[in-house]
T-cell receptor, first 113, second 111 residues
Framework: DAGITQSPRHKVTETGTPVTLRCHQT?????MYWYRQDPGHGLRLIHY???????DKGEVSDGYSVSRSKTEDFLLTLESATSSQTSVYFC????????????FGSGTRLTVV | QKEVEQNSGPLSVPEGAIASLNCTYS??????FFWYRQYSGKSPELIMS????GDKEDGRFTAQLNKASQYVSLLIRDSQPSDSATYLC???????????FGTGTRLTIIP
């Protein structure tokens, strides 16, 4: 997916455990985003980053934290996974404040049991 | 009122016909408009962007923007079964660092 990779692609985890999803880009883009996609809700923004160590909350940030220590990596952590966090998670990158749209990663399907 | 609205469908169109997908938005500060295609189980893929009023054509796809009426549409000519997917409308509001997405329209092309 054009220089953006997500890992893992699939994960099953137990309620109450911490989970970290990774997004890695080779495009040197400033902006990185984490979305979740659920039936009936579409894509909802969790957190985004506008530079190394610069992050901001989205509309559904409760229960999630992020870190960006390098331009190329953006980590999403579910601090204590719950069944309501079962979803497909997409990372996206953008060069210029989303003026030219995003490029999405392939997604991570997370199941919390 | 949702910021970006789309008819969820499903929209069924015969093969070879024109598929018309519509999107309305609420913020008059919106400046950039995008259409993404998402196949089942895959990630969204950018297929069209439009920034000024009027039509923009790319192959079988035409995006139309009318800022006065606050709508953007996507026309797919000579629809093919491979066009069957969910189409997401996204909008960038001036000064924002992120896109706002509609919930998508599911399109099915009937052979």
């Amino acid at each position: 997916d054009a220089g953006i990779t997500q890992s893992p692609r699939h994960k099953v985890t137990e309620t109450g455990t911490p989970v970290t999803l990774r997004c890695h880009q080779t495009e040197n883009h400033r902006y990185m985003y984490w979305y979740r996609q659920d039936p009936g809700h579409g894509l909802r923004l969790i957190h985004y980053s506008y530079g190394v160590k610069d992050t901001d909350k989205g509309e559904v940030s409760d229960g999630y934290s992020v870190s960006r220590s390098k331009t190329e990596d953006f980590l999403l952590t579910l601090e204590s996974a719950t069944s309501s966090q079962t979803s497909v998670y997409f990372c996206a990158i953008s060069a210029d404040r989303a003026n030219y749209g995003y490029t999405f990663g392939s997604g991570t399907r997370l199941t919390v049991v | 009122q949702k910021e970006v609205e789309q008819n969820s469908g499903p929209l069924s169109v015969p093969e070879g016909a024109i598929a018309s997908l519509n999107c309305t938005y609420s913020d008059r500060g919106s400046q950039s408009f995008f259409w993404y295609r998402q196949y089942s189980g895959k990630s969204p893929e950018l297929i069209m962007s439009i920034y000024s009023n009027g039509d923009k054509e790319d192959g079988r796809f035409t995006a139309q923007l009318n800022k006065a009426s606050q709508y953007v549409s996507l026309l797919i000519r000579d629809s093919q079964p491979s066009d069957s997917a969910t189409y997401l409308c996204a909008v960038n509001i001036f000064g924002n660092e992120k896109l706002t997405f509609g919930t998508g329209t599911r399109l099915t092309i009937i052979p």
